[in-house]
């Protein structure tokens, strides 16, 4: 899975441009066609907030970002549900053990957590590589990139370990859907006030 967030995270910088469409390479329906879609989507949106950061960002383009990034977010919460859709599905037919607990976060919400990772990793080695800072600031990349290369092997392990004790029906899946509440004139008083 890390090795396929690695993969797009590469394909997307060879071009380098939010604007650019992703090229999967998956057959659409398989679930590495979903989750290199999850990767793409995270990784657009970190180069959205990098575009929206600096003070002299002209407000109408800030704007325009801005909601860019809400739509992002929403696209982004979509899609880790279709990913927990898919394991509740894997894990339809499994008996569960009568004292299975759940798990603070689902399998997809722990998938979410890696492909930030998969980002934070690739961005950090550019700064461990940089040539062109002080020797103080070097160390402090490289021990903070060491210690995500820690947490990826962390994660890695726990998202496998949790995924097997589904399986054998030592833990069980609860969804709660996400209850967001910012993109939906229903909901937000800022836009339901409005009408």
Same mark, same amino acid.
């Given at each position: =899975?890390?090795?396929?967030?690695?993969?797009?995270?590469? #394909?997307?910088?060879?071009?380098? +441009?939010?604007? =650019?469409?992703?090229?999967?390479?998956?057959?659409?329906?398989?679930?590495?066609?979903? %989750?290199?879609?999850?990767?793409?989507?995270?990784?657009?949106?970190?180069?959205?907030?990098?575009?929206?950061?600096?003070?002299?960002?002209?407000?109408?383009?800030?704007?325009?970002?801005?909601?860019?990034?809400?739509? +992002?977010?929403?696209?982004?919460? #979509?899609?880790?549900?279709?990913?927990?859709?898919?394991?509740?599905?894997?894990?339809?037919?499994?008996?569960?053990?009568?004292?299975?607990?759940?798990?603070?976060?689902?399998?997809?919400?722990?998938?979410?957590?890696? /492909?930030?990772?998969?980002?934070?990793?690739?961005?950090?080695?550019?700064?461990?590589?940089?040539?062109?800072?002080?020797?103080?600031?070097?160390?402090?990349?490289?021990?903070?990139?060491?210690?995500?290369?820690?947490? @990826?092997?962390?994660?890695?392990?726990?998202?496998? #370990? %949790?995924?097997?004790?589904?399986?054998?029906?030592? @833990?069980?899946?609860?969804?709660?859907?996400?209850?967001?509440?910012?993109?939906?004139? +229903?909901?937000?008083? =800022? %836009?339901? /006030? @409005?009408?």
């Amino acid at each position: =899975m890390f090795a396929l967030f690695e993969r797009q995270i590469a #394909d997307y910088h060879t071009r380098d +441009s939010v604007d =650019m469409p992703t090229s999967n390479p998956y057959e659409a329906g398989t679930f590495e066609h979903l %989750l290199w879609e999850k990767s793409y989507i995270d990784t657009v949106q970190w180069h959205l907030e990098d575009l929206i950061r600096p003070n002299d960002v002209d407000p109408v383009e800030a704007l325009r970002l801005k909601r860019w990034i809400d739509r +992002s977010n929403q696209q982004r919460t #979509d899609t880790v549900e279709r990913i927990d859709d898919h394991y509740m599905r894997e894990f339809a037919t499994v008996a569960v053990c009568p004292d299975a607990k759940i798990n603070t976060e689902t399998p997809a919400w722990a998938i979410d957590r890696l /492909s930030i990772l998969a980002l934070k990793i690739y961005h950090f080695g550019i700064e461990v590589a940089r040539k062109d800072v002080s020797p103080e600031q070097h160390e402090r990349c490289v021990n903070k990139y060491n210690t995500l290369l820690e947490q @990826k092997k962390d994660l890695t392990e726990a998202i496998s #370990d %949790l995924l097997g004790e589904l399986a054998a029906g030592q @833990k069980r899946m609860k969804l709660y859907r996400q209850m967001k509440m910012y993109n939906d004139p +229903s909901l937000n008083p =800022m %836009l339901y /006030s @409005k009408k």
